[in-house]
Nanobody, 123 residues
């Protein structure tokens, strides 16, 4: 299973970025949820938002009204649209997925992480 994240970069305060994350792997059976976490220097990793298999979206209070989440039709891709970015949004953003894999007649539920993409908000 691989989570391929992209879309980070440097943006000025008030600007926008769109992050994408795609889950791939021939053993993926079903995806329970996909989401984004972030970790700023010297801080703990925190949840930014998550979308469940049923389409429910849970966004952290500190991004509500600025960030939105969506997913692709195949439901293995999740997007994070970040608007009105602030310097305090600067962090490494990690894609996360909770999913079932099926291989050799064994079903396993596990959590997976992408490689992280840097978002820097600075003038």
């Amino acid at each position: 299973v691989q989570l391929q994240a992209s879309g980070g970069g440097l943006v000025q305060p008030g600007g926008s970025l769109r992050l994408s994350c795609a889950a791939s792997g021939r053993t993926i059976f079903s995806i329970y949820s996909m989401g984004w976490y972030r970790q700023a220097p010297g801080k703990q990793r925190e949840l930014v938002g998550r979308i469940t298999s049923g389409g429910s979206i849970n966004l952290a209070d500190f991004v509500k009204g600025r960030f939105t989440m969506s997913r692709g039709d195949a439901k293995n891709t999740v997007y994070l649209q970040m608007n009105s970015l602030k310097p305090e949004d600067t962090a490494v953003y990690y894609c996360n997925a909770v999913l079932d894999t099926y291989s050799d007649s064994v079903m396993l539920k596990d959590e997976y992480w992408g490689q992280g993409t840097q978002v820097t908000v600075s003038s």
